[in-house]
């Protein structure tokens, strides 16, 4: 993922929680990070016809 990319996610968070730490921002990033990639994932089986 992009930097810029990361930029605005931590951005995204810190308006909804302006008080979090730097460990509850990295989990959250990460966690959309597996999301992307568990996304992916689907997609390319639908498309493959799995």
Do not use: Q, W, Y
């Amino acid at each position: 993922m992009s930097i810029k990319k990361i930029n605005i996610l931590r951005d995204m968070f810190l308006e909804s929680k302006p008080n979090a730490t730097a460990k509850e921002v990295a989990h959250f990033i990460k966690d959309i990070e597996t999301c992307i990639k568990l996304s992916n994932l689907k997609t390319k089986k639908i498309r493959s016809g799995l």
